[in-house]
């Protein structure tokens, strides 16, 4: 059975940060691109970043770039996000997903659809 399990959310002040991780189990992680999406009420499920399956190539959607990272540890089979400098618009569910449905081929995609294995998401609340 495989798993994803986000933590590190949390309620932060403007200009804070948080490291956020998640956790793969039930699949050999390190034959996987990983991203992390949000999702705020209301609002479609956004890109946030990806980062290929060596950890050598990343991307960034254009809110976040310069003040997200994205990481991983294969031997951890964990995904990262620090976040830094964070905003009230970057309040949102964060959520980790696994790029199972990624063409051969292709190495970084920000495509909600060629992710089908997602975790349950971790609540940040960026609130003075």
């Known amino acids: 059975q495989v798993q994803l399990v986000e933590s590190g959310g949390g309620l932060v002040q403007p200009g804070g940060s948080l490291r956020l991780s998640c956790v793969v189990s039930g699949r050999t992680f390190s034959s996987y691109t990983m991203a992390w999406f949000r999702q705020a009420p209301g609002k479609d499920r956004e890109f946030v970043a990806t980062?290929?399956?060596?950890?050598?190539?990343?991307y960034y959607a254009d809110s976040v770039r310069g003040r997200f990272t994205i990481s991983r540890d294969n031997a951890k089979n964990t995904v990262y996000l620090q976040m830094n400098t964070l905003k009230a618009e970057d309040t949102a569910v964060y959520l980790c997903?696994?790029?199972?449905?990624?063409?051969?081929?292709?190495?970084?995609?920000?495509?909600?659809?060629?992710?089908?294995?997602w975790g349950q998401g971790t609540q940040v609340t960026v609130s003075a």
């Open positions: 980062i290929d399956k060596k950890g050598l190539d990343t």
């Open positions: 997903a696994l790029g199972d449905r990624i063409p051969a081929g292709v190495v970084l995609s920000s495509q909600v659809f060629h992710y089908d294995l």
